[in-house]
């Protein structure tokens, strides 16, 4: 997947200004697709080039005019073409596994409290993604469309967090007996 399918994503669901989609990735598709604010102005002037957005400039008070980019037809077939492609099962690339792997080759102790930073700041995401689902799914069996593609996405999330937190429990305890 590239950055500009998550943008034509978004911008399938509300147009926005580049500093509205960043803030959008902040706040949520950035949790599975980060992206800084420059790359998103990046892609959205080459979005804008291939005919895939239609910026629309709205004048400000004070301030330069802003753009409020819309998908365009050209989006929304490159958006077609890109979901009706195969996606390559994700691979785990994750720096935290190979300094486990060599922990004994260095200080065994330096690597538990890796572990430990990296458990908490998965248990912080996890009640981030609990509290988004508590405040935007309250009521998860009603939902239908837009609506429940949203929350299955979310509960990936949750599940990913759920499993890494337990995963950092289970190293952790073991490094602990390993190394009292």
């Known amino acids: 997947m590239a ?3 998550a943008i034509l994503v978004s911008l399938t669901e509300r147009a926005g200004s580049g500093y509205e989609l960043a803030r ?3 706040r949520s598709i950035g949790y599975f697709w980060p992206a800084t604010h420059q790359q998103i102005y990046r892609v959205l002037r ?5 005919g895939w957005v239609r910026p629309t400039e709205i004048a400000q008070d004070g301030r330069p005019d802003k753009k409020v ?3 365009a037809a050209a989006g929304r077939a490159e958006l077609t073409r890109w979901l009706a492609a195969p996606e390559d099962p994700a691979v785990l690339r994750d720096g ?3 300094k486990l792997r060599g922990a004994s080759l260095g200080d065994a102790g330096v690597v538990l409290r ?4 990296h458990r908490a700041e998965h248990a912080m ?11 935007d799914f309250p009521k998860p069996a009603g939902l239908h469309g837009r609506d429940l593609h949203q929350y299955l996405v979310l509960r990936g999330g949750i599940r990913a967090e759920e499993s890494f937190v337990a995963w950092c429990d289970e190293v952790i305890d073991a490094l602990r007996k390993d190394h009292p």
């Open 96 to 98: 935290l596994g190979v």
């Open 125 to 135: 995401r996890h009640e981030v993604y609990r509290g988004i689902q508590k405040r």
């Open 69 to 71: 980019y819309r998908i």
């Open 114 to 117: 890796e572990v430990e930073r």
């Open 46 to 50: 080459r979005m804008d080039d291939a």
């Open 3 to 5: 950055l500009e399918h």
């Open 24 to 26: 959008r990735f902040d």
